[in-house]
């Protein structure tokens, strides 16, 4: 009899297990397989690190979450910065562009980031690269509230520096007080739009 216990038991952890990972599934949640935090991009002391790179630095930032590359929204200035376009950049797979142009005199920048075939968040390729913490990050970053006639996630976020705090960009409408910045976001259809004002001179 306690054989048929055991057995019993057995049948009711595997279930449990399969029921778990539907659950999963259905919820699209990541899986996380970075096995040490230490290791991590966002939060570690990796050398190729988020926090390596930028965790002494000021400013804001757009993460471009499927080649983990980082664009700087306010930077300090070598004194040679003119108004126009500063940046343009296009992902592997020509998966999104982002355009800034840098109003220097009023401390504004203009950004659109356009989201093109095949800007799909990988959630495998984050969940080799981040702990559990900053993937729970990532995926309140990506999520969109309210209705966007149809509209899907982009793999893009907000990244403030000092914090390495992440910020969801992909609402109708929303905006942030960060340090000394105002940043308001727009977002409609493929494209991002981002008005981002330095409300100190501190970085210029």
């Not at 400013?59 to 040679?80: E, S, T």
């Not at 976001?185 to 004002?197: D, V």
Request: charged letters at 25%; proline letters at 1%.
């Amino acid at each position: 009899m306690r054989k048929y216990g055991i057995y019993l038991v057995i049948l009711v952890v595997v279930c449990s297990l399969f029921y778990v990972k539907g659950y999963a599934e259905r919820n699209d949640s990541f899986s996380y397989i970075l096995r040490n935090k230490k290791d991590c991009g966002l939060c570690g002391e990796k050398k190729d690190g988020l926090k390596s790179i930028y965790g002494n630095s000021k400013g804001i930032g757009l993460m471009c979450l499927n080649d983990w590359r980082v664009v700087q929204i306010f930077a300090p200035a070598d004194g040679h910065e003119q108004c126009g376009r500063i940046s343009y950049q296009r992902g592997a797979g020509g998966s999104y562009s982002i355009q800034i142009e840098h109003v220097v005199e009023s401390k504004i920048s203009l950004v659109e980031y356009t989201s093109c075939k095949g800007d799909v968040l990988d959630r495998k390729k984050l969940a080799e690269i981040l702990c559990w913490e900053c993937l729970g990050k990532v995926k309140e970053a990506v999520k969109i509230h309210g209705e966007h006639g149809g509209q899907k996630e982009k793999a893009v976020c907000l990244v403030e520096f000092p914090t390495m705090e992440l910020y969801t960009v992909q609402q109708s409408f929303q905006y942030y007080m960060l340090d000394n910045y105002y940043i308001q976001a727009q977002c409609e259809k493929e494209k991002i739009k981002m008005t981002a004002f330095m409300l100190s001179s501190e970085l210029f």
